[in-house]
């Protein structure tokens, strides 16, 4: 391995280890309770060199959907010649609901709950998932195209994405089994693809 990939994976292993550290942290006292020293103590770094991996404090818990911002992108990019783009994005959703995928919602695994119960019911990082969601809008749309009606179309993507991951979540946190939630879950994500494809005629 060459000395550039090597250092980019001790990089990366270090976001993992400074994120890991913090949501421990914050789920067992709250967010709020918890501080960025306190965090840089837990994994063993300063906390300016803590600083140069999280700008903000509530990127040491978003950095575990990083890798979900350019997803519907990477889809889109990736999909075999002949399928369309919706296709393709439904079809993967679909797909992450059936293996019960944290970022779907369907999932009652308990760490996965309490890792959502952590972000949706903290203000502050609500508010910074828009700050992700923004940029998940924004590569869609240039995988799209580029264009102004590309980025309209990015933003109803992710927004039906989200709505039906956030509904499926709400459903799992009531206490039903992801089991349970799953074939409504289809259901709704093909309602909601649908309306996409119909250009939501049916609000006209």
């Given at each position: 391995m060459s000395e550039g990939g090597l250092r980019e994976r001790k990089k990366q292993r270090m976001y993992q280890v400074i994120s890991e550290a913090a949501i421990t942290l914050f789920l067992e006292r709250g967010f709020e309770k918890v501080s960025v020293a306190e965090?840089?103590?837990?994994?063993?770094?300063?906390?300016?060199?803590?600083?140069?991996?999280?700008?903000?404090?509530?990127?040491?818990?978003?950095?575990?959907?990083?890798?979900?911002?350019?997803?519907?992108?990477?889809?889109?990019?990736g999909r075999p010649s002949g399928q369309s783009p919706l296709d393709a994005l439904e079809q993967h959703f679909l797909a992450g609901l059936d293996r019960r995928d944290p970022v779907t919602g369907l999932?009652?695994?308990?760490?996965?709950?309490?890792?959502?119960?952590?972000?949706?019911?903290?203000?502050?990082?609500?508010?910074?998932?828009?700050?992700?969601?923004?940029?998940?809008?924004?590569?869609?749309?240039?995988?799209?195209?580029?264009?102004?009606?590309?980025?309209?179309?990015?933003?109803?993507?992710?927004?039906?994405?989200?709505?039906?991951?956030?509904?499926?979540?709400?459903?799992?946190?009531?206490?039903?089994?992801?089991?349970a939630v799953y074939a409504d879950a289809v259901a709704a994500a093909e309602r909601g693809f649908g309306q996409l494809r119909s250009g939501l005629g049916a609000y006209a």
């Open positions: 965090v840089a103590a837990a994994a063993e770094i300063s906390k300016p060199t803590l600083f140069r991996y999280f700008p903000a404090k509530e990127d040491l818990v978003l950095h575990r959907l990083s890798d979900h911002e350019t997803e519907a992108a990477r889809v889109v990019t999932n009652d695994h308990p760490g996965v709950r309490d890792f959502h119960r952590l972000v949706y019911g903290t203000p502050s990082l609500v508010a910074r998932l828009f700050a992700y969601l923004s940029r998940s809008e924004a590569a869609l749309a240039e995988a799209l195209g580029g264009g102004d009606d590309d980025r309209l179309a990015a933003g109803q993507i992710v927004a039906v994405r989200r709505i039906l991951a956030e509904r499926n979540w709400q459903r799992i946190e009531a206490g039903e089994p992801a089991s």
